[in-house]
């Protein structure tokens, strides 16, 4: 029995070590097969990878599957496929999830998790989700920080990938100082730490020199294009790179004007670059500058013609976008010249070969529409202005095309910079029609127009608000449509630069398009409101303004262009389109009056002066005396002018227009009309009263009027009221969602450079809580009134209400029908009173603009002989959105007439009854 019981183990062991020595075998065969495929053929790798998932899930090597995973990242990563790289790292938490005690070493263990966190970072890099990506690359370099010195090269690989990728997204996002500071941190690391990694070194050098260009800083962005192209030429390196670093260097030179240098390096990259290289057309556009920076404009027409004719032979007259570019360039030089009619025919030669608008190529059409628009409007005729209109409604409808989102924050400003011109130049040509027909039809296009900007506006404004997060829509959505977004972005790009026309990234990229239109469907039926806030382009005709607003309302719309302002007006029956030609000091106006208003002590004398004057210049010309409601709905800077302020100096009885005429505002007359139909039936108050010293923050001040201001409140309308380190964030999100009114007497930032940074504060214990604009948007509320009572902006940010609407954009959309916010800290105890007038006068039933109006009115009658009058106590609080009463007026015959009915009907069945 003991020798057939050996025999059967040998055999058994032998089995199984063939078992393993087969698998590994297996193993080995497919990796080889996959790493074939590896960048060439994404198909056969994947095959390959997912085989070998299988096998090792199979035989419970736990260790191939991660890596296995790890690989087929680093192949969707370099495809762009999204969707496979999300389902990798499901697959990859899943296993570590459920990881078992030794089922792998510790040094396994800290391997693959930054591999991960590095994957991780990467997906989330691409698909523009740029706060999510930097948590994952700030975790990988928090880890590898702590043992900098005994790093493997791998490893140092990771850290140096994690600084780079980090610059680069704060570069997109315009942030060049944080880029600047993560690039340099990077040089430093691989030159103390990683010297071998000479090719990431001088790479890095270009990224930073690249952010010095975007910030035109030339003379430092030159220094380190030298150092690259210095290691470039002594190491020879590719054609390529050496032809770019020639390339920035020169180009700077230009914009410092030093032509001489400039010439030099343009010399350098001629003698470089071989027949038939692509680079040719990038020396003829810079060279074509060279000559315009010296005023030989024939020069530059003559270069520029040959790059037409070398990106012609080099594409073979397919609509390439190197062609197009060198279209354009000479277009734009004919323009400068002011030969009219060949740049209008070149321009519209660019835009027929730019054929259907992408997001690769649309800002670039709206840039030929600007040009073409802007040429019409100087050759001045009617068939000109006409043409500038079509023009513009084209722009309008690129615009409106569903679009993926452009990454760089240089690229997103160009694009709203052609769109406005756009707008200005499509307004100028409306208002000329105008001016000669007087045909209500123009103030319509005027009126839509201008609409289509604030869409754009306040676009812009959510978007560097930066939102992760939309109320109940669900995540897996959002980021199902950051990846869609970013894969057609990618493809469109990719089919731009194709040397011919690809089937099969066409076939890819309609299919993506198609994926992304079924996406929209289903957010517009199943998540309105989301859909409503990124994606709805409809705007609110005047018409349907008109059968809403009753014979007292006036609404007002403002564009403010670089050449003019453009208000389009209109009441009940009447309408009007007024064109104000902006002087060269209109702007520091505007601010020096936002000055002289947010600081009490400022001369009184001086503000009036200057506010009159801005009245007469913006407002006087639109008004209707006979209406005494104004909507308005500002443009600009303007987000930042109390108009009921404004100083019209007409009798004794009427030095304000605040006591000719209440004044409600809101982002764009679409979203006024669509507020007007909120409303919630619960008055119950939320007070927030935190209190703040200087430790925990030096720029906040203490508000020590604000409890007092939420009791006085508390007598009109009841609730609950939180104060001092009970007046928490926790406390403010767990109950604001009970609550029909919202009073948060604290501090809201306002800021204009950053939206994303602007913030509410709150207690936290003894340090500061700040709810961020990017967060409001997750809230839902169902809340008649916010006010936000101490708001500020530092002047210095000032720029264009994108920090205001931004943060009265975030509360609408959570669910908010009305906001009144202050436009600068007021800390004082009249403010108080001012406060308690407003909401005694919506208790009373007042609709919300009549009684801030008529609050107002009375505080300015009680202090009308001491400095309370100065508009810094009373002017700053402003509404914005629906401007209906909190509480429904009820007359008491509505209750009264029925019972009589009943007691009547009482009275003669009982007659009857007992005659």
Known sequence: MKYPLLIATYIVCNLSIYAQQNYHTQINKLTQHAYQHLYSQKDSAYYYFDKIHQLAKKEKDVVTQIKTLIRLNRVSVYFYDLQKTKTNLRQLDIIFDHLKPNEISQKQHRFFTRSILHNKGMYYFQIDDYKTSRTYFDRLIDILNKNKTSLSPEDKDLLSTAYSHTAKMYSHEGKYNLARSFYRKNIRFIELHHSTAQNALYNTYKHLAAVFKKEKNYISSNSYFKKALHFQIENQRGKNEILTSTHNIAQNFIALKELDSAAKYLDFMKTNLPDGHSYWRRYYHTKGNWYKAQQKDSLAIAVLDSAIVFAKQTWQDKNHLEIIES????????????????????????????????????????????QRAKINNILGSKINFLNTEAITLKGLEVLDCPKPSLKDQEDKQHLLENSYALFEEGLEAVYNLYSKKQDNRFIEQAFYISEKSKILFVSKAIQKANASRFGNVPDSLLEQEKQLKS????????????????????????????????????????????????????????????????????????????????????????????????????????????????????????????????????????????????????????????????????????????????????????????????????????????????????????LPHNKKELHQIHQSFKGKIFEDKQANLSNFLNHVSDFGMVHLATHAIYDDKNPEDSFLAFSKGSMLDRLYVRDLYDLQLQANLVCLSSCQCELENLKNGEGLISLVRSFFYSGTASLASSLWRVNDPSYTELLAGFYAYLAQGHDKDLALQKAKKDFLQQNQNNALSHPYYWSGLVLSGNINPILVKTSIWKYVIPLLMAFAAFLFVRHFRNP
């Open 327 to 370: 279209i354009i360039a000479l277009a734009d030089t004919q323009l400068e010249q002011s030969d009219y009619q060949k740049a209008l025919e070149n321009f519209h030669l660019a835009e027929e070969m730019l054929e259907t608008p992408t997001a690769a190529n649309r800002s670039k059409l709206l840039y030929v529409y600007k």
């Open 487 to 702: 894969e057609i972005l990618h493809l469109e790009k990719r089919l731009h630069r194709a040397p011919e026309n690809n089937p099969y990234i066409k076939e890819l990229l309609f299919e993506k398009q198609k994926q992304h239109r079924n996406q929209l469907n289903y957010l517009e039926n199943n998540f309105p409101a989301y859909y409503q806030l990124k994606h709805n382009t409809q705007v609110a005709s005047i018409e349907s303004l008109q059968s809403y607003i009753s014979n007292q309302q006036q609404l007002l719309s403002y564009f403010m262009g670089k050449k003019a302002i453009y208000i389009v007006s209109f009441g009940k029956i009447k309408m009007q389109f007024i064109k104000i030609p902006i002087e060269a000091d209109c702007i520091q106006k505007i601010k020096q009056l936002y000055l002289l208003s947010s600081i009490p002590n400022k001369d009184i004398t001086k503000w009036k002066k200057l506010s009159h004057e801005v009245y007469k210049d913006i407002v006087s010309p639109a008004l209707r005396l006979h209406q005494n409601r104004l909507i308005i709905i500002p443009d600009g800077i303007l987000h930042y002018i109390p108009f009921e302020s404004l100083y019209i100096q007409e009798n004794e009885s009427a030095n304000y227009l605040i006591e000719k005429a209440s004044v409600s505002y809101a982002p764009s007359a679409t979203l006024f009309l669509e507020l007007q139909s909120y409303w919630y039936n619960n008055n119950n108050l939320l007070g927030i009263a935190p209190s703040f010293d200087r430790h925990m923050s030096a720029d906040l001040l203490p």
